[in-house]
């Protein structure tokens, strides 16, 4: 079926920022409901940010709120996503996701809702 994949992780220095990048195989990324998860060592993955695109909307976790964007390129199909200030604690595997309804706001956190998973790519702050 459809695949996501992701780019953009790498080992970086707290404070320092780092852009993740997410193209579907199939579909624009304005069909989908998309957004990006993470799942940090010994826990359970966490919403980031997702969006049903419409009238530019964005949800935020708390951890993301003030530091990281998600975007769109409608150019390039491609969802971005843009971390600032990252601390160690957002080491984790970040993953794209991508479901085919038009989620509701109180689904955004639920992992099962989305049908589409990338494979993920690790982000590490340490110093």
């Known amino acids: 079926q459809v695949q996501l994949v992701e780019s953009g992780g790498g080992v970086v220095q707290p404070g320092a920022s780092l852009r993740l990048s997410c193209v579907p195989s199939q579909g624009t990324i304005r069909s989908y409901t998309m957004g990006w998860f993470r799942q940090a060592p010994g826990k359970e993955p966490e919403i980031v940010a997702a969006?049903?695109?419409?009238?530019?909307?964005?949800y935020y976790g708390t951890s993301a709120k003030g530091r990281f964007i998600m975007s769109g390129d409608n150019s390039k199909n491609t969802v971005n996503l843009q971390m600032n200030s990252l601390k160690p604690e957002d080491t984790a595997v970040y993953y794209c996701?991508?479901?085919?309804?038009?989620?509701?706001?109180?689904?955004?956190?639920?992992?099962?809702?989305?049908?589409?998973w990338g494979q993920g790519t690790q982000v590490t702050v340490s110093s």
């Open positions: 996701v991508a479901s085919r309804s038009r989620l509701i706001t109180s689904s955004y956190p639920l992992r099962d809702q989305y049908e589409y």
């Open positions: 969006t049903r695109w419409t009238g530019g909307n964005i």
